[in-house]
């Protein structure tokens, strides 16, 4: 009996293999034994399985790849659009672009119309969609990526980021060669995977610098301007507050700068301020903000090659991708004041 909408786990649970191996029978690898290739192309054919990518006649006409984001004004969500942008002109594929919606009550409509207008596939930067919806359009074989995915997805997703605990662990690492051994963290939501992951690099460079981590020095919020005004005004109150600052976003810093401006505090005279993201932002402050670069518009080249790639090849072997961040020294950071 054939199954139209057979699975590649269930394809791989039937052969006695990984899902690894399925891809790469599907793509024709050779590192594959000859009779497990054998052994899995028969349930292939018996079940009728097909590559996600192959289910849909490609439409004719340039390809069309819908760009997601959360907020169109963010300068983090800017920077991989350019990168997509700059990708996609060299290459024949054209860019819709469009925000994540919160009153969206039918997400598989959604993702019908999408696949249903003959889209390539989808960059998706948004908080706001759970496994379930994004498993809808991986059912109808349409090639989705997740740019710094805010909770963990499954393997049957593909995701890319960059090098968040090492960027955390840097960003401390600048302050505590500096000689402050006062740091604060202001993060992001206590759910997303990347405030995590700075998280822990910070506090693994604490340890390696013989600091006490300090529970009222860690500060959650949101990647928002406001967050870190509201941080830093609660780190300032503080009996003992830090002289230096760990901001997990660029945004974060530029509430910390606001805060400091009003009570009167110099950057870095008085309190050194790092960030993470490298956007444009970092350059508007006064002074200049030393942060952590996320390489972003690679972020975008990268996430649209992912798209095609599905689009082409069904499943890839791997599902998450890390580029490299970089820190980058301005002038928001210096030893810290005597006394």
């Known amino acids: 009996m054939t199954h139209k909408r057979a699975t590649l786990a269930q394809v791989a649970a ?39 990518g192959r289910r849909r006649e490609a439409p004719a006409g340039p390809r069309l790849i819908d760009f997601v984001c ?8 800017l920077e991989v659009l350019r990168g997509v942008v700059e990708a996609a002109s060299e290459i024949d594929v054209d860019i819709v672009v469009s925000q994540a919606r919160t009153d969206r009550v039918d997400s598989g409509a959604w993702a019908r119309r ?14 706001r969609m759970t496994v379930a919806e994004l498993a809808e359009f991986r059912r109808l074989g349409m090639p989705v990526v997740v740019v710094d995915p805010f909770s963990p997805i499954d393997e049957g997703f593909v995701s890319v980021g960059s090098t968040n605990w090492a960027g955390g662990r840097a960003a401390t690492d600048h302050l505590a060669d500096l000689g402050h051994r006062r740091i604060a963290y202001i993060g992001g939501p206590e759910i997303a995977e990347c405030h995590v992951a700075r998280l822990h690099g910070y506090l693994a460079s604490l340890r390696a610098h013989g600091i006490e981590p300090r529970a009222d020095y860690v500060i959650p919020g949101t990647f928002h301007t406001e967050s870190g005004v509201a941080g830093m005004a609660a780190l ?16 974060i810093a530029v509430g910390v700068f606001e805060e400091a401006a009003r009570r009167g505090l110099r950057i870095p005279e008085d309190l050194s301020v790092i960030g993470f993201d490298g956007t444009a932002l970092g350059l508007r402050t006064i002074p200049p903000l030393t942060t952590v670069a996320q390489p972003l518009r690679d972020i ?3 996430a649209l090659r992912l798209v095609l790639e599905q689009s082409r090849d069904g499943l890839l072997d ?22």
Not at 318 to 339: F, I, Y
Request: proline share 5%.
């Open 70 to 77: 959360e907020e169109l004004d963010s300068d983090y969500a």
């Open 236 to 251: 300032m109150d503080l009996e003992e507050p830090p002289t230096a600052i760990f901001a997990a976003s660029d945004s």
């Open 114 to 127: 999408l696949a249903d207008a003959g889209r390539t596939g989808m960059v998706l930067i948004t908080s």
């Open 14 to 52: 039937q052969a006695g293999v990984s899902m690894a191996t399925v891809s790469k029978v599907l793509n024709g690898r050779d590192d594959v034994a000859a009779a497990t290739r054998i052994r899995v192309q028969a349930v292939i054919d018996e079940v009728g399985y097909e590559a996600p």
């Open 300 to 302: 975008g080249h990268a």
């Open 318 to 339: 791997s599902h998450h991708m890390e580029l490299a961040t970089t820190l980058v020294p301005r002038a928001s950071t210096d030893v810290p004041a005597r006394g």
